[in-house]
Nanobody, 131 residues
Framework: EVQVVESGGGSVQAGGSLRLSCAVR????????IGWFRQAPGKEREVVAA???????SYLDAVKDRFTISKDNPKNTLYLQMNNLKLEDSAMYYC?????????????????????????WGQGTQVTVST
């Protein structure tokens, strides 16, 4: 069974940085997507960044050039480095994963677009950006 557990959220002033971590266990699929989503109060959940099994990444336009998704394979840990944080980045952030046993040509762009592919979710970690 796939398990994902986030950590690293907190409060930061606008312009600051945070790094979120996600321990990923049991994702042994040949093809997979892993990524970060967020949901602010009263808003729909949105995908922020996604990483595919081919190593390619894709980002929500609003976070491009500020956020970086990466994966430490030996540690089975996914990261989201968030720089130059803005008030509108405040949200609950969720780590998610999904995979299939078949070899599929998944890409970061596919993972960002086909969010229903993500079937395993963490509990979330809060990020609050203030002035």
């Amino acid at each position: 069974e796939v398990q994902v557990v986030e950590s690293g959220g907190g409060s930061v002033q606008a312009g600051g940085s945070l790094r979120l971590s996600c321990a990923v266990r049991g994702l042994s699929h040949s093809s997979y997507c892993i990524g970060w989503f967020r949901q602010a109060p009263g808003k729909e959940r949105e995908v922020v960044a996604a990483l595919a099994s081919d190593g390619s990444a894709s980002y929500l336009d609003a976070v491009k050039d500020r956020f970086t998704i990466s994966k430490d394979n030996p540690k089975n840990t996914l990261y989201l480095q968030m720089n130059n944080l803005k008030l509108e980045d405040s949200a609950m952030y969720y780590c998610a994963a999904g995979g299939v046993s078949a070899h599929l040509p998944l890409s970061g762009a596919y993972c960002l677009r086909e969010t229903e592919f993500f079937g395993y979710w963490g509990q979330g970690t809060q990020v609050t950006v203030s002035t």
